[in-house]
């Protein structure tokens, strides 16, 4: 296992660490804290050999110093590269509770309209950013890569999912690509579920995991979000949150249709192995 509190900036004043297990991203993720116990750093680290979770560590170094410029709340990058075999990030360590915390019942219409109003305030369009276009169009080579690679099947297989191969679903997708397009590209979080949203006092404290950020339509968080609030990961909430925060972000605007491929674009990309281990015979 990977030792970085020796090559951390002594600055920051890490005395000890401790896993963190929330989140689904396929990294190893520390917490750092200094002799009192306060959180200073998040530390992230991959497996170089799964070269999907390195790319996606590498991009989320660039896409934070991004956003950072663009004056949304993510974490400072603190430090980063390469130790036995794993890619690390570090990053300071942002107030707050993830928005998947067990809030309680009073609570959670308060959370889900914070949740709402932060995606409102992040989709912006933004010029002259063209090589952070997340578009439908833009990724679709990078969707058929992983499905020819088979490491879409294979994370579905080990899931357990049930249905037709991904080939025949990328088909759909790139059917209704066609018929409907790009939309309007906006500033968009890439990964916009429970967990990856800090709460502190009245307000969203920062966005976490931004590795898939860039520039795409807005129904791509939505669907994020969405599929968070329903999720049995999340029994605090459930579906009728999901239409809360649908509401609250506004009807206008969202069509049921983009909804939908937006949503089967996202299931190329979740769950996706952290492991070698090989699929289940079928």
């Known amino acids: 296992m990977t030792d970085v ?31 009192e116990g306060r959180p200073v750093a998040v530390v992230k680290l991959v497996d170089n050999a799964i070269r999907h979770l390195a790319d996606e560590l590498q991009s989320e170094a660039v896409r934070l110093e991004w956003l950072g410029g ?26 707050g509770r993830p928005a998947s915390d067990p809030w309680p019942t009073g609570e959670r219409g308060r959370v889900v309209d914070l949740l709402a109003h932060a995606a409102r305030e992040l989709h912006v369009p933004v010029a002259d950013d063209a090589h952070f276009e ?29 249905g037709p191969p991904a080939a025949v679903v990328l088909a759909e997708l790139e059917s209704m ?24 006092g009245s307000g969203v404290a920062g966005f976490v995991d931004v590795g ?38 506004g009807r206008d605007g969202i069509e049921p249709q983009r909804l939908r491929m937006h949503d089967l674009l996202e299931s190329f990309y979740w769950p996706m192995p952290n492991h070698k281990t090989p699929a289940p015979e079928r």
Do not use: K
């Not at 890569?145 to 357990?160: H, K, M, T």
């Not at 790009?182 to 502190?200: E, M, R, S, Y």
């Open 212 to 249: 898939r950020a860039g520039l795409a339509d807005a129904h791509s968080d939505l669907v994020d979000m969405v599929r968070s609030l329903r999720s049995r990961m999340n029994p605090q909430f459930g579906p009728e949150w999901a239409e809360r925060f649908l509401d609250v972000y």
């Open 134 to 162: 997340r578009s439908v169009s833009s990724v679709l080579g990078e969707v058929r890569g992983r499905v020819e690679s088979g490491l879409v099947d294979r994370s579905w297989a080990i899931a357990g999912r049930q």
């Open 5 to 35: 509190m020796g090559v951390l900036d002594p600055a920051l004043g890490v005395a000890r660490q401790e896993v963190i297990s929330l989140g689904l991203s396929g990294a190893r993720v520390l917490r750092m804290s200094d002799a």
């Open 177 to 200: 690509a066609r018929d409907l397009g790009d939309g309007d590209l906006v500033v968009t979080h890439g990964d916009f579920c429970l967990p990856n949203v800090l709460i502190a």
């Open 70 to 95: 663009l004056g949304f709340p993510v974490p400072e990058v603190v430090g980063a590269g390469v130790l036995g075999g794993e890619s690390w990030l570090a990053t300071r360590a942002l107030p």
